[in-house]
């Protein structure tokens, strides 16, 4: 059974720090591209970060370059984001997805999602 467990949301300052992490189950996440996405109400859901398996690419959306990091830890098969000089405009339920290709198939996988606000 696939799963993503995503943890580390919550509520801090502007300014502030979080570090999310996205344990992965049930399918093979060292050739998976792993990413977060995050959505607020009323809007489309977003790509924030990237890593492609092997870790030696990663993309992110122009709003949090500088800012986010994300990076991969393949014997946990677990994916991080780091967030670091968060604004208010960061606030938003953030989703870990994988991008996983097995036997001539790519399978889309998500989390649960985990909610993130920044608010003095």
């Known amino acids: 059974q696939v799963q993503l467990v995503e943890s580390g949301g919550g509520l801090v300052q502007p300014g502030g720090s979080l570090r999310l992490s996205c344990a992965a189950s049930?399918?093979?996440?060292?050739?998976?591209?792993m990413s977060w996405y995050r959505q607020t109400p009323g809007k489309e859901r977003e790509l924030v970060a990237k890593?492609?398996?092997?870790?030696?690419?990663?993309n992110y959306a122009d709003s949090v370059k500088g800012r986010f990091t994300i990076s991969r830890d393949d014997f946990k098969k677990t994916v991080y984001l780091q967030m670091n000089s968060l604004k208010v405009e960061d606030t938003a339920v953030y989703y870990c997805?994988?991008?996983?290709?097995?036997?001539?198939?790519?399978?889309?996988?998500w989390g649960q999602g985990t909610q993130v606000t920044v608010s003095s």
């Open positions: 049930g399918f093979t996440f060292r050739r998976s591209a």
């Open positions: 997805n994988a991008v996983s290709p097995s036997l001539g198939t790519v399978y889309h996988y």
């Open positions: 890593i492609i398996s092997g870790g030696g690419t990663t």
